[in-house]
């Protein structure tokens, strides 16, 4: 069965940077909208950006525009999400999702399969 992989995540300072890494070990990942959520605590789970199948269309959250992009290798079934200047607001679970096919694409129920989450925590 398929499995996400999320990895990356830690404890960095204000103006940091990280890139989380998101391996799918599926068949599908090659042509399918991968997704990055984030969960910050007492929120909820809200996505963060999108990455179409062929890396041409991508969508970020205003929060994160200008700071965060997203990129994937399907040779590698590996999605990107590199954050670049980091701030405190940015702390919380970080998950990549694929979107269910035929679904929307950006509300968590557009999505079907996702990882454990990996935690990124930002400090001042």
């Known amino acids: 069965q398929a499995q996400l992989v999320e990895s990356g995540g830690g404890l960095v300072q204000a103006g940091d940077s990280l890139r989380l890494s998101c391996v799918d070990s599926?068949?599908?990942?090659?042509?399918?909208?991968m997704g990055w959520f984030r969960q910050a605590p007492g929120k909820e789970r809200e996505i963060v950006a999108f990455i179409s199948w062929d890396g041409a269309t991508t969508y970020y959250a205003d929060s994160i525009k200008g700071r965060f992009a997203v990129s994937r290798d399907n040779a590698a079934n590996t999605m990107y999400l590199q954050m670049n200047n980091l701030n405190i607001e940015d702390t919380a679970d970080y998950y990549c999702?694929?979107?269910?096919?035929?679904?929307?694409?950006?509300?968590?129920?557009?999505?079907?399969?996702w990882g454990q989450g990996t935690h990124v925590t930002v400090s001042s």
């Open positions: 999702a694929r979107r269910r096919v035929g679904g929307g694409l950006y509300s968590r129920s557009d999505y079907e399969l």
């Open positions: 599926g068949r599908t990942f090659k042509s399918a909208t």
